[in-house]
């Protein structure tokens, strides 16, 4: 159950050394190394092609249509931080423009992700402020009823606390929990470094059937060469 109408203003952020070590790598990387989990459903797209963020989630709930917690959370932003808006019930309404993100910007802020509609999409991608969003939508929003900051949100299927560190690219949305980020970190720098040594002997024209020792599975489940 939501409680509405709260501010928390203090939030515990991870280590920005470890934020920056995490950012290096891709949403699909941080998903496999974590265990094939923290993935926002595949819905949320970034607003203009080449959006990338990596930061420490300060989030939003909202209600449907309303903005007004946007602004709420504006005065919660500090630098690096990337906003996370959840609704309390599906809306597409565009929430977000250029001039929140102007002031999100003059706060610190590095990104909005938003289970929810944004607009002036060409203005943002001027701006190169990147935003990852349910949907683009022109529709208007008024400021009439409370939602919460800093506190926990679903967001697109996802779990975020104030402080988990969001990554949005291409691929989609990931949500690494605060306290395991450093553990993130060195589990995708295995993992890649691995991908780097396969990628070497694919592309040497060995095949993934024997780089990753499928043939006897195979061959157990009953495929046949004929």
């Known amino acids: 159950m939501y409680e509405l109408g709260i501010v928390n203003t203090k939030i515990d952020r991870p280590d920005p050394d470890d934020v920056a070590a995490l950012s290096q790598y891709g949403s699909a990387t941080i998903h496999e190394a974590m265990g094939r ?4 459903q595949p819905y949320m797209r970034p607003a203009y092609a080449g959006a990338k963020l990596c930061g ?5 709930l909202l209600q449907p249509a309303d903005n007004w917690m946007m602004h709420v959370v504006a005065e919660q ?10 609704c309390t019930t599906e809306s597409d309404a565009g929430f977000f423009g250029d001039l929140l993100a102007t002031s999100f910007r003059a706060r610190g802020g590095v990104g909005l992700v938003i289970d929810g ?3 002036d999409v ?8 990147p935003v990852f969003a349910k949907a683009i939508h022109a529709r208007g929003t008024v400021k009439e009823t409370l939602g919460s900051v800093n506190v ?11 402080g988990d560190v969001v990554v949005g690219d291409a691929d989609g949305v990931v949500v690494v929990p605060r306290e395991k980020v450093a553990d993130v970190v060195e589990a995708a720098k295995v993992r890649e470094a691995k991908e780097a040594g396969v990628r070497e002997r694919l592309a040497a ?5 024997d780089v990753y020792g499928m043939r006897d599975k195979l061959a157990a489940k009953g495929l046949q060469y004929r």
């Open 122 to 129: 060409a203005d943002l991608e001027h701006m190169d402020f």
């Open 56 to 60: 420490p989630a300060v989030t939003a």
């Open 77 to 86: 932003i500090t630098d690096g931080d990337v906003v996370v808006a959840a």
């Open 205 to 209: 024209g060995e095949l993934g059937l």
């Open 117 to 119: 509609g944004v607009r």
């Open 152 to 162: 926990p949100v679903t967001c697109a299927g996802a779990v975020v606390n104030p």
């Open 37 to 40: 989990v923290g993935l926002m």
